[in-house]
């Protein structure tokens, strides 16, 4: 993982050839990828920078690949999975989805399906990432407020106007109205109903009495 | 002339001395009489005539001395030719009397005409001598008392010819018999002479008596002639005496010969336990030898008779006994028969019996014969003949036929009762069955037998050919000949001998072992294609696996040759696994194929390591599917097995298989382990561990009964087939615990190829 933005396939298949198909299909589609033989070897990996996905056999010795779905997501690891099996059956493949797979695909698949999936993988995981980031600089934003800010701002989101929130906290208007607009600063909202999407994003409750 | 009688009178003493005389040489007459016998030839002549000089003399001399005990009152002599005459007279009747009594028979009519002649013969002495007297008296006699004196003499002479013939005897010197025969004798002779005298009277005449050659007999006289006849009388005597013991001493030796002889003979019938016997029919008069007393087992001393025989005679025997001596005695004939004796101690004997039937002089009827001991030869001889039902019985449950043939004529020179029966012939039929059974033989298989036996007589070598034996009711058998020659002292082949063995139920059970192989070989097939299709799934992963691999790598070669600088290097190198991952799609499918194959076994060299890895390939797909790791030990080298290589992979695969079904369900480790080895006596191990449920405890005997399973869907044939197909190859197979978990299989296999069936 040498650029951080580039973006990797894992492959994880007992299956030498199939492993070798899939990486050199890829890198004719000019995507990198990294295979393993199995799940154990890709725990001891480094872990993504970039954008990425899992390519995953379901029957892969020692473990199945539903099971290694769920130790991922335990570890909150999250990473967009793309199953590949030889008999794929219908339970398997809502339980698969279920848990958040991107897609079930049965050998031998077309070409075109796999690195779709792929590509879709990779977006939501940019997605994932994208989102990860925004939620982090609007948290370090919250930081800056001060308590009373953060007070207001509970209030504000939850749709309290400014004589309703200084008589709740036993202010003046005119404090309150300051105080608004340092956080409407602080947090670089344009407007209400962007500080209520922050809020939102942030998980920040709002206070209702 | 006074017509007045002389009154004789008689000296009593010289009549005694007479008397005497007449006892001895009576007693001397009878001696010699068994001399006359005993001897031969010309000494038998010397001896008749000697006897009967000294006898005629002791006659005469008795009559001498009678006449001088006779006293006239005149002188009286005697003319001394005449007295010679009437001495040869005396001798001559001694020759008729010692000739007649001498003889070994003596018939009424020679007794009769002896005693006339004999008696004749006397009186002519007796009267010749009156006739010597030489006395002035005329002598007249009385012809009554003549003629009875005649009758007198012809009568003593009868009865001393037959005290005489009865008995002298050569052996006993002196008798009683033969000393009361001389005293009768004695006495009778001189009763003739005293009635002759008393026929006659005399008459003085005082004519003067021609006394020329005439002699007075003194009282000297008296004496003299008396001595002299004792002398000749004593000398006839001492020699018939000396010769006696002459004749005793040959006769002794001759008996001891005869004895040793005897001892021989009765050593021989001792060691021939043959004993000899006569019997005569008419007295039941047995005589035996002692063997026969040996045999009988009877004292030496009991009195054999034919009753004492019968007690022996085995009971089973007795009346065929008894009916053969019975009509062999009413018909005169020979016999000639074997039967049984049952001895006292419960023993049996078995005797031959062979008689002569002879009939003596007095023509009655005995039998002389032989009575053999035959125990032992019975003996040997049941012993062969149950040593022959033995080995023909032994031919019989073997169906085993034993023969031999000349090779010069072709002929048989021995047929078994067994090789008749394989034949289909009556043992009856004899030697004759020998040319019949060319026919017998399946006329496709002639020819090949032909050459078989061509080729054995020039090589001089043993043959062995099959062939089958058309029986008349159209059915068939399959028939072994073996064969070895005979060479003579030249090294020419003269016979063959050799066995013929019916195979046909071997036969009939090779092929209902071929059927059964066949049956084995289905049921196989059954067995793996129910497997197979249980596997269904994991086989079409294992397949899909290369066809997945290839699709994918057939789309990037596309992706790079449509590129607008197209990368030859890359898609080159996908096109080569396709190659590769088809190839690889090619050969799980053909082994698939192969185990769904039809077909009976069919027999290989193959290498069980390789057998293990291709279904290990096989089951890989079902083993991941149930997170089961599989665990090779393969030792390197291993000797080839002959065998059918289909059925030992379906071995494998159902060990494996039932070692991934035991572990579907269990926690923890799931392992299956397989394991190859060498192992002793030329054979490899292959074992199949697991770590499932294990064994059922109880029913660790159970699992390879047919129909025994734990499995909810199981058919119950599997390991029952494996066993079956394992046995076929000479091996085994068996079930043990796994430590610490689950259940092992172990096969082993022959690594040395025999000729098995």
Same mark, same amino acid.
């Given at each position: 993982?040498?650029?951080?933005?580039?973006?990797?396939?894992?492959?994880?298949?007992?299956?030498?050839?199939?492993?070798?198909?899939?990486?050199?299909?890829?890198?004719?589609?000019?995507?990198?990828?990294?295979?393993?033989?199995?799940?154990?070897?890709?725990?001891?990996?480094?872990?993504?920078?970039?954008?990425?996905?899992?390519?995953?056999?379901?029957?892969?010795?020692?473990?199945?690949?539903?099971?290694?779905?769920?130790?991922?997501?335990?570890?909150?690891?999250?990473?967009?999975?793309?199953?590949?099996?030889?008999?794929?059956?219908?339970?398997?493949?809502?339980?698969?989805?279920?848990?958040?797979?991107?897609?079930?695909?049965?050998?031998?698949?077309?070409?075109?399906?796999?690195?779709?999936?792929?590509?879709?993988?990779?977006?939501?995981?940019?997605?994932?990432?994208?989102?990860?980031?925004?939620?982090?600089?609007?948290?370090?934003?919250?930081?800056?407020?001060?308590?009373?800010?953060?007070?207001?701002?509970?209030?504000?989101?939850?749709?309290?106007?400014?004589?309703?929130?200084?008589?709740?906290?036993?202010?003046?208007?005119?404090?309150?109205?300051?105080?608004?607009?340092?956080?409407?600063?602080?947090?670089?909202?344009?407007?209400?109903?962007?500080?209520?999407?922050?809020?939102?994003?942030?998980?920040?409750?709002?206070?209702?009495? | 002339?006074?017509?007045?009688?002389?009154?004789?009178?008689?000296?009593? $003493?010289?009549?005694?001395?007479?008397?005497?005389?007449?006892?001895?040489?009576?007693?001397?007459?009878?001696?010699?009489?068994?001399?006359?016998? $005993?001897?031969?030839?010309?000494?038998?002549?010397?001896?008749?005539?000697?006897?009967?000089?000294?006898?005629?003399?002791?006659?005469?001399? &008795?009559?001498?001395?009678?006449?001088?005990?006779?006293?006239?009152?005149?002188?009286?002599?005697?003319?001394?030719?005449?007295?010679?005459?009437?001495?040869?007279?005396?001798?001559?009747?001694?020759?008729?009397?010692?000739?007649?009594?001498?003889?070994?028979?003596?018939?009424?009519?020679?007794?009769?005409?002896?005693?006339?002649?004999?008696?004749?013969?006397?009186?002519?002495?007796?009267?010749?001598?009156?006739?010597? &007297?030489?006395?002035?008296?005329?002598?007249?006699?009385?012809?009554?008392?003549?003629?009875?004196?005649?009758?007198?003499?012809?009568?003593?002479?009868?009865?001393?010819?037959?005290?005489?013939?009865?008995?002298?005897?050569?052996?006993?010197?002196?008798?009683?018999?033969?000393?009361?025969?001389?005293?009768?004798?004695?006495?009778?002779?001189?009763?003739?002479?005293?009635?002759?005298?008393?026929?006659?009277?005399?008459?003085?005449?005082?004519?003067?008596?021609?006394?020329?050659?005439?002699?007075?007999?003194?009282?000297?006289?008296?004496?003299?002639?008396?001595?002299?006849?004792?002398?000749?009388?004593?000398?006839?005597?001492?020699?018939?005496?000396?010769?006696?013991?002459?004749?005793?001493?040959?006769?002794?030796?001759?008996?001891?010969?005869?004895?040793?002889?005897?001892?021989?003979?009765?050593?021989?019938?001792?060691?021939?336990?043959?004993?000899?016997?006569?019997?005569?029919?008419?007295?039941?008069?047995?005589?035996?030898?002692?063997?026969?007393?040996?045999?009988?087992?009877?004292?030496?001393?009991?009195?054999?008779?034919?009753?004492?025989?019968?007690?022996?005679?085995?009971?089973?025997?007795?009346?065929?006994?008894?009916?053969?001596?019975?009509?062999?005695?009413?018909?005169?004939?020979?016999?000639?028969?074997?039967?049984?004796?049952?001895?006292?101690?419960?023993?049996?004997?078995?005797?031959?019996?062979?008689?002569?039937?002879?009939?003596?002089?007095?023509?009655?009827?005995?039998?002389?014969?032989?009575?053999?001991?035959?125990?032992?030869?019975?003996?040997?001889?049941?012993?062969?003949?149950?040593?022959?039902?033995?080995?023909?019985?032994?031919?019989?449950?073997?169906?085993?036929?034993?023969?031999?043939?000349?090779?010069?004529?072709?002929?048989?020179?021995?047929?078994?009762?067994?090789?008749?029966?394989?034949?289909?012939?009556?043992?009856?039929?004899?030697?004759?069955?020998?040319?019949?059974?060319?026919?017998?033989?399946?006329?496709?298989?002639?020819?090949?037998?032909?050459?078989?036996?061509?080729?054995?007589?020039?090589?001089?070598?043993?043959?062995?050919?099959?062939?089958?034996?058309?029986?008349?009711?159209?059915?068939?058998?399959?028939?072994?000949?073996?064969?070895?020659?005979?060479?003579?002292?030249?090294?020419?082949?003269?016979?063959?001998?050799?066995?013929?063995?019916?195979?046909?139920?071997?036969?009939?059970?090779?092929?209902?072992?071929?059927?059964?192989?066949?049956?084995?070989?289905?049921?196989?097939?059954?067995?793996?294609?129910?497997?197979?299709?249980?596997?269904?799934?994991?086989?079409?992963?294992?397949?899909?696996?290369?066809?997945? $691999?290839?699709?994918?790598?057939?789309?990037?070669?596309?992706?790079?040759?449509?590129?607008?600088?197209?990368?030859?290097?890359?898609?080159?190198?996908?096109?080569?696994?396709?190659?590769?991952?088809?190839?690889?799609?090619?050969?799980?499918?053909?082994?698939?194929?192969?185990?769904?194959?039809?077909?009976?076994?069919?027999?290989?060299?193959?290498?069980?390591?390789?057998?293990?890895?291709?279904?290990?390939?096989?089951?890989?797909?079902?083993?991941?599917?149930?997170?089961?790791?599989?665990?090779?030990?393969?030792?390197?080298?291993?000797?080839?097995?002959?065998?059918?290589?289909?059925?030992?992979?379906?071995?494998?695969?159902?060990?494996?298989?039932?070692?991934?079904?035991?572990?579907?369900?269990?926690?923890?480790?799931?392992?299956?382990?397989?394991?190859?080895?060498?192992?002793?006596?030329?054979?490899?191990?292959?074992?199949?561990?697991?770590?499932?449920?294990?064994?059922?405890?109880?029913?660790?005997?159970?699992?390879?009964?047919?129909?025994?399973?734990?499995?909810?869907?199981?058919?119950?044939?599997?390991?029952?087939?494996?066993?079956?197909?394992?046995?076929?190859?000479?091996?085994?197979?068996?079930?043990?615990?796994?430590?610490?978990?689950?259940?092992?299989?172990?096969?082993?296999?022959?690594?040395?190829?025999?000729?098995?069936?």
């Amino acid at each position: 993982m040498t650029s951080a933005g580039a973006p990797t396939v894992f492959i994880i298949d007992d299956d030498a050839s199939v492993r070798a198909s899939i990486g050199d299909l890829l890198e004719s589609c000019g995507l990198r990828s990294e295979s393993f033989g199995a799940a154990e070897e890709f725990l001891r990996g480094e872990l993504p920078n970039g954008p990425s996905c899992l390519v995953l056999d379901v029957r892969l010795p020692g473990v199945n690949g539903l099971d290694f779905q769920k130790r991922l997501a335990d570890a909150g690891f999250q990473i967009p999975i793309i199953f590949i099996t030889g008999h794929g059956d219908i339970p398997m493949t809502v339980k698969a989805m279920k848990s958040g797979a991107v897609e079930f695909l049965t050998k031998p698949f077309r070409d075109r399906d796999l690195l779709d999936a792929i590509r879709q993988a990779l977006e939501r995981d940019k997605a994932t990432r994208q989102g990860r980031a925004e939620i982090a600089e609007l948290r370090k934003r919250y930081e800056t407020l001060t308590g009373r800010e953060r007070e207001v701002m509970g209030l504000v989101v939850s749709g309290m106007l400014n004589k309703q929130i200084a008589g709740e906290l036993g202010n003046s208007e005119v404090t309150v109205k300051i105080q608004r607009g340092r956080v409407m600063k602080k947090m670089k909202a344009g407007s209400l109903a962007e500080l209520v999407k922050m809020a939102g994003h942030l998980g920040v409750p709002s206070s209702e009495k | 002339m006074a017509a007045v009688n002389l009154i004789g009178s008689y000296n009593y $003493a010289l009549v005694a001395l007479s008397v005497l005389i007449a006892m001895f040489a009576s007693y001397v007459a009878l001696d010699l009489a068994g001399r006359v016998t $005993a001897a031969g030839g010309w000494t038998r002549v010397v001896w008749l005539l000697g006897g009967a000089g000294a006898m005629g003399t002791g006659i005469w001399s &008795m009559h001498y001395i009678g006449m001088l005990a006779f006293i006239l009152p005149i002188p009286v002599a005697y003319h001394w030719p005449t007295v010679l005459l009437s001495l040869i007279a005396a001798i001559l009747a001694s020759v008729v009397a010692l000739g007649v009594v001498s003889r070994h028979k003596m018939g009424w009519f020679r007794a009769l005409g002896g005693s006339v002649l004999m008696g004749t013969g006397i009186a002519s002495m007796h009267y010749i001598g009156m006739a010597a &007297m030489r006395l002035t008296a005329i002598c007249q006699f009385n012809s009554s008392l003549v003629v009875l004196s005649v009758v007198f003499a012809v009568l003593i002479s009868l009865a001393a010819l037959w005290i005489t013939f009865h008995f002298r005897d050569e052996k006993t010197g002196m008798g009683w018999e033969k000393l009361t025969g001389a005293v009768v004798m004695g006495a009778a002779i001189p009763i003739m002479h005293y009635t002759g005298m008393a026929a006659a009277s005399f008459t003085p005449s005082g004519m003067p008596t021609n006394l020329s050659h005439a002699i007075s007999i003194s009282t000297l006289g008296t004496g003299g002639i008396a001595a002299a006849t004792f002398i000749v009388l004593g000398l006839a005597l001492l020699t018939s005496q000396v010769d006696r013991r002459f004749a005793t001493q040959t006769l002794e030796l001759k008996e001891e010969k005869l004895l040793e002889t005897e001892a021989y003979l009765s050593e021989a019938q001792r060691l021939s336990h043959t004993g000899s016997f006569g019997w005569r029919v008419s007295t039941g008069n047995v005589l035996w030898s002692e063997e026969s007393f040996r045999i009988f087992q009877y004292d030496r001393t009991t009195k054999p008779t034919v009753e004492l025989i019968l007690q022996r005679v085995h009971p089973e025997d007795a009346a065929l006994v008894q009916q053969t001596i019975g009509r062999a005695a009413q018909d005169g004939k020979d016999f000639d028969f074997k039967h049984r004796l049952l001895m006292p101690d419960g023993s049996v004997k078995y005797v031959h019996v062979v008689a002569h039937a002879m009939n003596d002089v007095s023509g009655s009827l005995q039998f002389v014969g032989a009575v053999m001991d035959v125990t032992e030869a019975k003996r040997a001889e049941e012993a062969l003949r149950r040593s022959e039902s033995y080995l023909a019985e032994a031919q019989r449950l073997t169906h085993t036929g034993s023969w031999a043939w000349g090779v010069a004529g072709g002929n048989a020179l021995h047929l078994s009762e067994e090789w008749y029966r394989i034949y289909g012939f009556h043992p009856e039929e004899g030697l004759s069955a020998w040319e019949e059974r060319r026919q017998r033989m399946h006329p496709e298989d002639r020819a090949k037998w032909q050459g078989v036996i061509e080729r054995a007589i020039s090589e001089k070598s043993d043959y062995e050919v099959e062939h089958r034996i058309l029986l008349p009711d159209g059915t068939f058998k399959y028939a072994r000949t073996v064969g070895h020659p005979v060479l003579n002292a030249s090294g020419d082949v003269v016979q063959f001998v050799g066995t013929m063995v019916d195979v046909t139920e071997r036969k009939r059970a090779e092929e209902e072992r071929e059927r059964l192989r066949h049956a084995l070989a289905d049921l196989a097939r059954v067995n793996r294609v129910t497997m197979m299709g249980e596997l269904t799934a994991s086989l079409a992963h294992e397949v899909n696996q290369p066809i997945a $691999a290839a699709v994918t790598s057939a789309n990037s070669c596309l992706h790079w040759l449509a590129s607008e600088v197209p990368n030859l290097d890359k898609a080159r190198a996908a096109a080569a696994r396709i190659v590769k991952d088809g190839t690889r799609a090619a050969e799980i499918i053909s082994r698939i194929r192969l185990l769904f194959q039809k077909g009976t076994q069919q027999l290989e060299l193959v290498d069980v390591n390789e057998v293990i890895e291709e279904m290990i390939v096989l089951l890989r797909g079902e083993a991941t599917r149930y997170s089961i790791s599989v665990q090779t030990e393969l030792t390197a080298d291993l000797p080839q097995v002959m065998g059918d290589r289909v059925q030992l992979q379906q071995v494998m695969m159902n060990l494996m298989t039932n070692s991934i079904d035991a572990m579907k369900s269990v926690e923890g480790t799931r392992e299956l382990a397989i394991k190859s080895q060498r192992a002793e006596n030329e054979q490899l191990l292959v074992s199949v561990s697991d770590t499932g449920v294990g064994l059922p405890p109880e029913q660790v005997d159970q699992i390879f009964n047919a129909f025994f399973t734990t499995k909810a869907h199981g058919t119950g044939m599997g390991l029952r087939i494996c066993r079956s197909i394992v046995e076929s190859h000479g091996g085994r197979l068996w079930a043990g615990d796994n430590s610490p978990r689950g259940a092992s299989f172990h096969v082993s296999l022959p690594t040395k190829v025999e000729a098995s069936e």
